[in-house]
């Protein structure tokens, strides 16, 4: 299930690239790019390759820096490399869709380059990419992008640039598990049903996935599957909320998430994100914060849970709780960690409260927290969630925060212990799975 988990993070970052493309330019407009650190020589050798006249060609350099302004957040440093020597010749067209050819490149592939030029936008252009002698590829894809927005006059849109930047590295990632074909195909055919279904669930995403490796005749493992899903994380989700909020920063808003996934179940406010994200030179206002949350928010991909103060009974505005709509997110972005498992709990139970259609709040006392109070009409449940109640200081403070509350509403106490079970004082305890499937309350 753990690696289950991992896969909604892989479909949510390749599925940004569906919105209006570029228009096509009229057939002839044609781009040659040359890497920067190219010899003469070996510049005229490419023309000769691509067939182009610099007289009746745009003719650009791409360097090593615009390779890295691309490419630079999702492909390692050593494989950019410090020399820009690919080269492409683009020729935007009518008709005909994206066609692709490649030569002397072992990192970037044909259907890479027209998966993103797709994910980019276009929808019609011929591409030739090639180098004199065997590189990775990364200048020609670059360049492939420059071209087309001089051909065409406009720039590409720059978050889709920066999502087909993202698409790229995962196919790259795949292809060097499955090899590049079995990689583009299962990627794309997933994307494909994704976006079609509107999927987000971890579980429904992972078998898609699965299903679709199948019926290609490729058997995935868990790890496998993981680097797709991982990857497809960045481009789902971020679909949503980037395209329908028009987001420039990209790179702030996956902090907010990572921070936010971070500290599911730990009360904490915008000024404590933008104090973590100034620690880290990354300077971002309380206002941006809380926009970035309220983004979050009515995606779906977060619930905002409010404290409520027990003693003077009304809803208190700073240091809520944020909880995950899909507790696979929180894997898939972050990967497993045994501390995280407590959280995840914490999670799992909230989430089941509101689907039987409580609302649900935590409840702060004088001196501490209760994690849920659950009102639902007439009803009321208060819930404390504990991994293990291993020792005599746990079991005193999960009991006695309950002990505080005079009333005769139901009181729990959650637990992954396998004996758990038994009644504290007017306070029932239970297995947290035996809890989940219960009816009594």
Known sequence: MKKRNLMVALLCSMCLAVSSPVPAMADGTKVVTLGADLTDEQKNTMMNYFKADASQVQVISVTNQDEHDLLGKYIPSEQIGTRTLSCAYVKPTQSGGIKVRTANLNYVTCNMIATALSTAGVTNCEVVAACPYEVSGTGALTGVMKAYESASGQELDSTKKDLAAKEVVVTGDVAQQVGQDNATNIINQAKMQIIGDNIQNADEIYNIV????????????????????????????????????????????????????????????????ADYLKAERRALDNETVYSYLEKLEKAYLLHRCSRYDLQGK????????????????????????????????????????????????????????????????????????????????TEKREYERLLEIHDNYPKYVLTTDEFAGGNYEGIKTMHIADFLLSSEY
């Open 210 to 273: 699965y299903n679709i490796a199948e019926q290609n005749g490729v058997s995935l493992s868990q790890d496998e599957i993981y680097t797709i899903v991982r990857d497809i994380y960045n481009s789902t989700i971020f679909s949503d909320i980037v395209k329908r909020n028009q987001v420039r920063k990209i790179d702030q808003l996956e902090r907010v998430v990572k921070y936010t996934f971070n500290n599911v179940g730990n009360t904490f406010s915008a000024k404590s994100i």
């Open 314 to 393: 009304e809803i208190l505005k700073t240091q809520e709780k944020f909880y995950l709509a899909d507790t696979a997110l929180r894997y898939s972005v972050l990967g497993y960690n045994a501390d995280s498992v407590a959280s995840s709990l914490e999670n799992i139970v909230y989430l089941e409260l509101c689907r039987r259609g409580y609302t649900v709040n935590v409840g702060k006392t004088s001196d501490g927290e209760i994690d849920f109070v659950a009102v639902r009409q007439n009803e009321k449940i208060y819930v404390q969630v504990t991994q293990e109640i291993n020792s005599e200081k």
